[in-house]
């Protein structure tokens, strides 16, 4: 049996990862309406990492019969005025989302719940790999999003990325 706050950070976390895809579907709708169809696919791969996140957190309160109370998404309160604006805000996020995942591992270890622990060790690295990728698209634009052929090309990239599940294994 989970721990009752244990289990009331993780709970929370289910909501926290679906506003997360809203935020993403938020930032790909922005660049859809600026013609930078590669960033909104993009943000559009990225949000359903999200759903699948709050799925796997879904997932793993049912197996260790835990009731999920879902409870209202928020509105996601960004609103870009420039290309840049939507990858820092996203960088923000995942920092947030890592402190977030963070303190429900310390609870955990507080409360010696070693199988939750374990199942947060993925995330914990995903996390890592969320920051690094929202760094690296901050660098790029930096780098390459000041004139019109570097902005063609890197959402060209972009546009590349495909969707690939989580493995994480419950």
Excluded: C
């Excluded at 996601?76 to 995942?94: F, R, S, V």
């Amino acid at each position: 049996m989970l721990d009752n706050r244990v289990s009331g950070l993780l709970n929370a976390q289910v909501n926290q990862e679906f506003y997360s895809a809203y935020l993403y579907l938020d930032f790909a709708s922005y660049f859809t309406d600026k013609g930078l169809d590669g960033f909104a696919n993009w943000y559009q791969v990225q949000a359903q990492e999200e759903r699948d996140h709050a799925m796997l957190f879904y997932q793993y309160l049912h197996n260790n019969n835990f009731r999920v109370v879902l409870e209202a998404i928020a509105k996601p309160d960004q609103t870009p005025q420039a290309p840049m604006d939507p990858l820092k805000a996203g960088l923000a996020h995942e920092e947030y989302v890592t402190r977030l995942i963070h303190a429900i591992y310390a609870a955990a270890q507080e409360a010696k719940d070693f199988r939750t622990m374990q199942f947060l060790d993925w995330f914990i690295k995903e996390q890592g790999e969320e920051e690094k990728s929202a760094h690296d698209l901050i660098t790029k634009m930096e780098l390459f999003g000041g004139e019109a052929k570097g902005l063609y090309l890197l959402d060209s990239e972009l546009a590349a990325r495909v969707y690939a599940p989580p493995t994480l294994v419950l």
